[in-house]
Antibody, heavy 116, light 110 residues
Framework: EVQLVESGGGLIQPGGSLRLSCAASGFTVSSNYMSWVRQAPGKGLEWVSLIYSSGNTYYADSVKGQFTISRDNSKNTVYLQMNSLRAEDTAVYYC??????????WGQGVLVTVSP | EIVLTQSPGTLSLSPGERATLSCRASQSVTSGYLAWYQQKPGQAPRLLIYGASSRATGVPDRFSGSGSGTDFTLTITRLEPEDFAVYYCQQYGGSPPGYTFGRGTKLEIK
């Protein structure tokens, strides 16, 4: 059974850093494309970042240079390193597997709140 | 960047009725890369339709997708109580790779 479990969220002050983790089971992250999608409170979905099976990475313009996606194949886990956090980064962050350029499995989401 | 416009913003219908949700793109979308998701409060989105018209695993056949180019439609025949939720369309653009979502249509019980 495919499962994605995010962790690492919480309350962080503006300018701070946070690393989110997404532990996968039921499939191998290194053989798949993986992505992060976020949703601000009461708002819609926003794609954040993508990592190919090749290791190539891509980012939304809104987070380019600020966030870094990576993975640890030995732990079957994907990460999102978030630096210089701002209030507008407050959101639920979802990890998702990408198949045929669609998000077919999602984690339960982790809340990141950026506030003094 | 392709912008996806969903309409209506809110749709009020009764169980048993038919729902028609629209997703219009600012530029032509490769049909293979247009998807629909359902999201219920407090839950992660769920993939319903991919490739504009293919149902994801386990999705009931009352859900169907259609369209091409810039106009896409999600149709739900015979609404069930569990179908009332927010629906998002999503497209993939390849150069550079990226994804965009529509703002969503809230399907509420009338």
């Amino acid at each position: 059974e495919v499962q994605l479990v995010e962790s690492g969220g919480g309350l962080i002050q503006p300018g701070g850093s946070l690393r989110l983790s997404c532990a996968a089971s039921g499939f191998t992250v290194s053989s798949n494309y993986m992505s992060w999608v976020r949703q601000a409170p009461g708002k819609g979905l926003e794609w954040v970042s993508l990592i190919y099976s090749s290791g190539n990475t891509y980012y939304a313009d809104s987070v380019k240079g600020q966030f870094t996606i990576s993975r640890d194949n030995s732990k079957n886990t994907v990460y999102l390193q978030m630096n210089s956090l701002r209030a507008e980064d407050t959101a639920v962050y979802y990890c998702a597997r990408v198949i045929r350029q669609n998000f077919d499995y999602w984690g339960q989401g982790v809340l990141v709140t950026v506030s003094p | 960047e392709i912008v996806l416009t969903q309409s209506p913003g809110t749709l009020s219908l009764s169980p048993g009725e038919r729902a028609t949700l629209s997703c219009r793109a600012s530029q032509s979308v490769t049909s293979g890369y247009l998807a629909w998701y359902q999201q219920k409060p407090g839950q992660a989105p769920r993939l319903l339709i991919y490739g504009a018209s293919s149902r994801a695993t386990g999705v009931p056949d009352r859900f169907s997708g259609s369209g091409s180019g810039t106009d896409f439609t999600l149709t739900i025949t015979r609404l069930e109580p569990e179908d009332f939720a927010v629906y998002y369309c999503q497209q993939y653009g390849g150069s550079p790779p990226g994804y965009t979502f529509g703002r969503g249509t809230k399907l509420e019980i009338k």
